[in-house]
């Protein structure tokens, strides 16, 4: 993964605060990206880039109070680390200084994930990795655009 300037960051202090997080640590030892590993079948590496892309994701979503979700494995990541018991209670205000809730995916997750990949960019000085952040699908127009007749 590349390397990221703090001189380049709306908030650095922000992201050494999530860089340094340590995350979830199963019963048996395992760091978090291993358990990304297995719940996503990446190889290690590709986990442990994973885990600096949700890392990433992270600093994106607490960086405004505009919402800001993830999909893919990205999303995994999140719901994963979420459903451990001190995310809401002990990390997120902790890291992150917010609520930081991960919540369903809803009609507002695709313009939110649309934001974020738009932050990336301009938070991070280049596109988001598409292995991790890939292109929202364009669904077709599903309203009936028939005109009515009373």
Do not use: N
């Amino acid at each position: 993964m590349r390397d990221i300037s703090l001189d380049s960051l709306t908030d650095p202090f922000l992201w050494a605060r999530i860089r340094g997080a340590m995350l979830p640590v199963d019963e048996t030892g395992r760091s978090f990206a291993l358990q990304l590993s297995e719940i996503t079948g990446f190889a290690a590496a590709a986990a442990r880039d994973l885990e600096e892309e949700y890392r990433r994701f992270l600093y994106l979503a607490a960086l405004t109070s505009a919402p800001r979700e993830p999909l893919g494995v990205l999303r995994k990541a999140w719901e994963y680390h979420a459903g451990f018991e001190g995310y809401l209670y002990d990390f997120c205000p902790w890291v992150l200084e917010r609520h930081l809730p991960a919540v369903p995916v809803t009609t507002i997750t695709g313009p939110a994930y649309s934001a974020a990949r738009i932050d990336y960019t301009a938070e991070f000085g280049a596109p988001a990795p598409a292995p991790f952040w890939p292109m929202p699908e364009l669904r077709p127009a599903t309203a009936d655009t028939r005109a009515q007749v009373m």
